[in-house]
Every structure is written in C-alpha cells, then in structure tokens.
C-alpha cells in the first residue's frame, strides 16, 4: 500500500486530505467522520487493479454474516443499521488501498494522530475535578470526546503511543525525538489518568509482546529486562499517585467479587458485561447454525434476561461486549468463524515486520474481546486507520 512517489498525486492528496479530517472528526463531528469514510473511496475507482486480494477478502469475511442474516432477521431496521454502520470499513480500505503513501507522507500522518490525540486528551483532563476522582468508584470516568465515549477513545490514545514509538525509533533529528517522547509519555500518564480498562489492557499487552520480542526474538535480555522493571515500576507508581486509576482497580475488584460468583449487581458495568457474554453465548449456541440474525441480536439478548436476569434494568441489557458474540449470536458458528477469518486475515496482510507494526495489530484483538467494537461507527474507523498504518509494504525509513 505504501511505496516512494506517487504518479496520481491528486490521489494521494485527496485520500491524505480525507483522513486529517477524518482524524479530525472523530474528536469533533460524527457527520465529517461519515462523509470523509465515503469519499475516501474516490480513488479507487482510477486504480481498482491495486487492491490486495487478501484486504478485499477479509472485508468480506466480516461483511457477509451481518449482511446475509438479514434474511432471516425480523427487525430490518437494526439489520440495516448493523450494515450500514461497517460499510465505511469496505469504502476506507479500498480508498487506502488505491495509493502509494511514501514513509515521510506516512509518518505525516502519524503526527497528525499524535496531535489529534493529545488535543483530546488536553480537553479531557480539563474537566477533571474532585467530585470525578471520586465518581471513579461508582463506574464512572473522565468525560472524553468522541461522543464521551471513553472505550474508543482510550483505544485511539494506545494507538497513538504504538506509532509514536514506532516513529520514535526510526527518528533522527534530535529535537523531533524529544517531542516524539514527551507526547507518547504524556499520552501513557493520559491513559492511566482516565483509567479505561480497553486503553490501559491494549497498553500493557502490547509492552509485554514487546518484551517477548526483546528477549526471545532479539536476545536483547538486558534491554527486556530494563523494560520489565521500567513497566513495573509505572504500574506501581501509576496506581500510588492516580487517584482515578486506583479507584478504579477499586471498584473493577468489588464488581469482581460479586458477579464472579453469580451475584452481578443492577447498575454494575463489569456485570452487565459479563452478563451480556454469557447471554450472547447462550444465543449463539441456541443457534448454532444461522444465528438469530443481526437485526435480532439485541431481541435475543432481551428474552435471555427475562428467563435469566429478569430483575436486571434496561440499562444493563445490551448487546454482548465480544465482538465475537454479536457475530456469533447474529449468524452462529459460521458468524464466528467468518468474523474470526475476516479479522485475523485483515490484521495479517496489513502488517510489517517491524516489531511495533505486529504489536499494533496483536493488540487491536483485544478491544473484539472485552468490546462489541465493530457495532459502532468510531470502532470501524480505528480498526481502517490500524491496518492503514500497519503497512505491511510500508517503505524503508530512508526511502
């Protein structure tokens, strides 16, 4: 995908255009988001021969099983907004497929990002005040932008540090090195501030498969161990000196010790979380073969409470936090493995060599897991930046 020059260079312009303000709008405009993530696809239209196969294939992996249980959907509505919602997923990757990005483009991108990121997370910590630190104990956070939606967000932010790593190490110029520094660790301090468990758990997984890297790939077993004390260290220090995060370890073991043990409380995040797996499980296997449709997810899910967890509030009843689950519970076992193929596939032909490259994609599993992220629009958006800026042709440093 991305490759030194460019003979189209309205293209590259164009696609380049469109994903400033595409990183623009996720912090500012829903409308700029939809409207930037279809005419990113102009360009395809000039160089349909450049897309990978393997890309289109995986798009149709994760395509097809909402697409097709809508046959058998009752609620058309909600097929349809479950569809439409991945759409853009098909029109970013054809557009990003269908020019050539130089590295110094890529990495102009990546400043962007970085910038994008740590505006929001400025505006966040703006709002920060005593009565949030202690609101932290009741499943409370920090507002965020993004429609406050501090899942995605905490997502973007860990992104944000992987490429700026990643562009840390390649950098030459000393003075870009320090601004590079001191953004991804302010960025780090942000994501422990604002305590999401989605930003925090993409962090830390990805620092300990870049230890493994370190020790077992490199040999590096100075470097790796220096990096294991530094990660413990931050932890520990993270957890004395953030009020936020430590009243949010607080409250996630409280939760634990109760819906561990099949008591989840009405009003409880973690719970109704747990609670929505265990439904979508039920649903999926209930219906092995064809699911209940994607248009039905959230029906199924409804009737599991009333026979389950009739007690349990509206609020708690949801679709299930696994991506997996939505697939599975929308179109069975084959949902499953189509979504499992499609994401895999994705991941895997949009990543390089480089350690921080495969992190980056290592890492974006687990938002599918612990996330029904492919059900809303920013979800979609940060899995289409993700494999844009894994690269798998990405150029060498000096090109």
């Known amino acids: 995908m991305m490759q030194s020059g460019s003979k189209n260079n309205w293209q590259q312009l164009w696609v380049f255009g469109l994903l400033v303000a595409l990183l623009i709008g996720l912090l500012v405009s829903r ?10 696809v102009v360009p395809f239209f000039f160089n349909a021969r450049k897309m990978e196969p393997a890309c289109l294939f995986a798009i149709a992996l994760l395509m097809l099983p909402p697409l097709v249980s809508g046959l058998w959907s009752e609620d058309k509505a909600s097929w349809w907004n479950s569809v439409s ?53 009741r499943a409370k956070t920090l507002p965020t932008l993004m429609d406050n939606d501090h899942i995605r967000f905490s997502w973007l932010a860990a992104v944000a540090v992987f490429l700026g790593l990643y562009c840390l190490v390649e ?25 999401a468990k989605t930003g925090l758990a993409c962090l830390y997984g990805g620092g300990i498969l870049y230890f493994f890297h370190l020790v077992f790939i490199q040999k590096k077993w100075r470097t790796g161990a220096a990096l294991a004390v530094a990660v ?69 899910v409804n009737k599991w409470h009333d026979a389950n967890n009739p007690q349990s509030p509206a609020s708690d009843r949801f679709l299930p936090a696994s991506e997996w689950l939505v697939y599975g519970a929308a179109a069975g076992w084959p949902g ?64």
């Open 336 to 399: 499953f493995l189509f979504f499992t193929g499609g994401l895999l596939l994705l991941l895997y032909a949009t990543t390089s060599k480089n350690a921080l490259s495969f992190v980056l994609s290592a890492t974006t599993l687990i938002p599918f897991l612990i996330d029904d992220t492919l059900e809303g629009q920013y979800g979609v958006v940060i899995l289409a930046f993700i494999a844009f800026f894994g690269q798998r042709k990405l150029t060498k440093p000096n090109a």
């Open 85 to 137: 919602i991945k759409l853009p997923l098909l029109t970013l990757m054809l557009g990003l497929c269908s020019v050539e990005f130089s590295f110094a483009r890529w990495k102009q991108l990546v400043f962007v990002l970085l910038f994008i990121a740590a505006a929001g997370c400025c505006w966040s910590l703006s709002q920060y005040s005593f009565a949030i630190q202690e609101a932290y104990l």
């Open 171 to 195: 950098e030459k110029k000393t003075v870009v090195k320090i601004f590079l520094s001191l953004v991804v660790l302010f960025l780090i301090i942000y994501l422990h501030i604002l305590a």
């Open 31 to 40: 409308a700029v988001v939809s409207f930037a993530s279809v005419l990113v």
């Open 232 to 300: 413990v260290v931050m932890a520990f220090a993270a957890y004395k000196t953030i009020p936020t995060l430590r009243n949010r370890i607080q409250y996630v073991v409280y939760d634990f010790q109760h819906y561990s043990k099949g008591n989840a409380m009405p009003g409880y995040s973690d719970g109704a979380r747990w609670l929505s797996m265990r439904a979508g499980y039920a649903v999926m296997t209930a219906n092995r073969v064809t699911g209940v449709g994607a248009g039905d997810v959230l029906m199924a």
